[in-house]
């Protein structure tokens, strides 16, 4: 069965730190990763995508996030947070052909200026 | 623009009542989906449609059924609202390597 586990409910850096969010996934096969934005009373934003190829992702408002496949992580980070980087962030995984995609619980990233 | 529209933002219904949430999208996308969002339990995925008429349960279908009879339209009924139904809905629709999202309906059931 297919899982995403993201471990922190919440993360907290300052400003102008470099920022993550974890993920691991459980799926069989090679797996379609995602990243999602929300913010407050708002639908989610899709921020990245790993489908095949390089292992760093880049997507957008400078997030980035790498594949592991022998961790079986999806980390999104940034080089350099702003305060209204403030947001829920959600991964999520899909296997290849499948119609689901299943998301993690959810981590609430906070920075302080 | 690629767009999901969902057509409230905030619902207030009482217990009992039957209740429909309307979702339609203008890009064409064959697959839909409708999830509910609980804090701590992210997003969970209700019912999805892979084409016009085709509906399948996701991990909690229980309590709702869908209609998707126009390949734009996806709505999701609550047959007899309750109060465990008080939530955030997201509708999304996607091609084979991303989903689009809606605003998001919060409903509240008193």
């Known amino acids: 069965a297919q899982s995403v586990a993201q471990p922190e409910d919440q993360v907290n850096v300052a400003e102008g730190n470099p920022l993550t969010v974890k993920c691991t996934y459980s799926v069989s096969g090679n797996p379609y990763l995602f990243w999602y934005v929300q913010y407050p009373n708002r639908g989610l934003q899709f921020l990245l995508k790993y489908i095949t190829g390089d292992n760093l992702v880049k997507g957008s408002y400078g997030f980035e996030a790498e594949f592991n496949k022998s961790q079986t992580s999806f980390h999104l980070k940034k080089p350099s947070a702003l305060v209204s980087d403030s947001a829920l962030y959600f991964c999520?995984?899909?296997?290849?052909?499948?119609?689901?995609?299943?998301f993690g619980a959810g981590t609430r990233l906070f920075v302080k200026a | 623009d690629v767009k999901v529209t969902q057509s409230s933002r905030y619902l207030v219904k009482r217990t009992g009542e039957k209740v429909f949430l309307e979702c339609v999208q203008d890009?064409?996308?064959?697959?839909m989906f409708w999830y509910r969002q609980d804090p701590g339990l992210g997003l969970r995925l209700i019912y999805f449609?892979?084409?016009?008429?085709?509906?399948e349960k996701g991990d909690i279908p229980e309590g709702y059924s869908v209609s998707r009879e126009k390949k734009e339209r996806f709505s999701l009924i609550l047959e007899s609202a309750s109060t465990n139904q008080t939530s955030m809905y997201l509708c999304a629709s996607s091609t084979p390597t991303e989903a689009f999202f809606g605003q998001g309906t919060r409903l509240t059931v008193v």
């Open positions: 999520a995984v899909r296997s290849p052909g499948g119609f689901k995609t299943i």
């Open positions: 449609s892979y084409d016009v008429k085709m509906k």
């Open positions: 890009m064409d996308h064959e697959n």
